[in-house]
């Protein structure tokens, strides 16, 4: 089902007395357009069922604009971040740092350092080589033991991160050997964490994940580490076909009754913004090349990248009807690539000028924005109520050049 604020045929798009058609009068296209409602909505369902000493920490790196990150803030998320600057950003945001979990294959000894003393929730540890700089760090910081579970979530290979052959995190047989090397007196081992990987539609894959944590937490146990949480990541799947939902509130629950002995932490990201937000471009030009008709339209995979990364598909609407028939387009950005292609097989009915509204895009668009082809990065504007903000500004050409010595 189609949140409201997407809903093309509801009276009023986003905004109680704003049209779409009226704010793309007053914003230059493309923008991205966020829903406040929205995300507090999808926030709201997963800490409702979440108890008070349990972390629903929102993955920075789908989303980390800090006017997004601030409302989050409000509602008492905590944050995942994977890199000093989304730790900065988040307590920017206002996060306190006991909310905040640091994950990443890559931590270096300062990002550590920096961690440690902002004393966070926990730092995840993905190698043995992080136990060595972490041990050595004053103010005994919290950590948990990132793992690999072995498991297939079967979605893209680009966003599977929990098979065994795979980058991320430690084998459950490390983990072990390494809360058997280390004494409690030496290292403040307090959680094990995962992530299975992101877009997964099997909410199943959860519950077993739950299982593995919860015997190898007995284990840790019993060697005398305090464990005190246990995190399944983030990962839970949008449709961005728009016709399904997956319930982040039937989740926790189930997680909360299969976790009971530990303080349950989860990190989602997409579920949380993907469907708070849009694109809205304009129509360049349209042309027609062999068999195939072509909309190219003002936005691009630099801003976003997930159809070219990841052959991803998003719903594509126009925003004012005009008196043509509908016809098939494929739908394409302006750089000079033939990965710049929103796909194939889009019914639209537009002309140059009109506007699209490219749906679902709330999630690792603007955060994995580029300049490629010397493209400024868009504006980014949130709907909250009865108005509109700008919460980060259309680059310049200014912006684009400023830190080359000319
Ligand atoms: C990206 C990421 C997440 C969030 O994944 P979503 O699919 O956006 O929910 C959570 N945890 C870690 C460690 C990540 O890298």
Redesign the pocket.
């Known amino acids: 089902m189609r949140p409201d604020y997407f809903s093309k045929n509801s009276e009023c798009l986003w905004i109680e007395n704003l049209e779409l058609s009226e704010i793309c009068e007053e914003v230059q296209t493309p923008f991205y357009i966020y829903s406040q409602a929205s995300i507090e909505a999808a926030a709201n369902s997963y800490l409702k069922n979440a108890g008070n000493t349990d972390l629903i920490c929102y993955?920075v790196?789908?989303n980390s604009n800090i006017n997004l990150l601030k409302i989050l803030v409000q509602l008492g998320m905590g944050f995942?971040v994977?890199s000093v600057g989304e730790l900065k950003r988040a307590l920017k945001a206002g996060a306190t740092a006991n909310k905040i979990v640091f994950?990443?294959v890559g931590k270096s000894a300062a990002d550590l350092a920096f961690a440690a003393e902002q004393k966070i929730y926990s730092i995840?540890i993905e190698s043995h080589q992080e136990i060595e700089l972490i041990k050595n760090l004053p103010n005994n910081p919290r950590i948990s033991l990132?793992i690999n579970p072995d498991m297939a979530a079967n979605t893209h290979p680009y966003?599977e991160?929990g098979k065994s052959d795979c980058k991320?995190g430690i084998s459950e047989t490390e983990a072990l050997e390494i809360a058997k090397t280390y004494s409690p007196e030496e290292i403040n081992l307090v959680g094990i964490?995962a992530?299975i990987?992101?877009?997964?539609t099997d909410v199943s894959l959860f519950l077993e994940l739950a299982e593995k944590l919860k015997n190898l937490a007995t284990h840790l146990k019993n060697l005398g580490h305090n464990i005190d949480h246990l995190d399944v990541?983030?990962?839970?799947?949008i449709d961005y076909q728009l016709e399904k939902q997956y319930d982040p509130a039937q989740l926790v629950k189930d997680l909360k009754s299969s976790i009971t002995d530990y303080d349950l932490l989860m990190?989602?990201?997409?579920?949380?913004v993907?469907q708070s937000g849009a694109v809205v471009t304009s129509v360049i030009t349209k042309k027609t090349n062999g068999q195939r008709d072509f909309l190219v339209v003002d936005v691009g995979m630099n801003d976003l990248m997930r159809p070219a990364l990841y052959s991803a598909r998003h719903a594509i609407e126009e925003i004012k009807n005009s008196d043509n028939a509908s016809k098939e387009y494929e739908v394409v950005g302006p750089v000079c690539e033939t990965a710049d292609s929103f796909g194939a097989g889009h019914l639209l009915n537009a002309d140059a000028g009109d506007q699209l509204i490219i749906y679902s895009t709330g999630?690792?668009g603007s955060s994995m924005g580029s300049n490629y082809n010397s493209r400024p990065k868009p504006a980014e504007i949130l709907v909250s109520k009865d108005k509109y903000t700008v919460i980060r500004k259309a680059e310049s050409f200014e912006d684009l050049i400023k830190l080359e010595e000319i």
């Not at 990987?197 to 997964?200: E, N, T, Y």
């Not at 990541?233 to 799947?237: K, Q, S, T, W, Y």
Request: proline share 3%; net charge positive.
């Open positions: 993955s790196k789908a995942d994977v994950s990443g995840n990132r966003i991160t991320f964490s992530h990987g992101s877009q997964i990541g983030g990962g839970l799947a990190e989602p990201g997409r579920s949380i993907a999630a690792y």
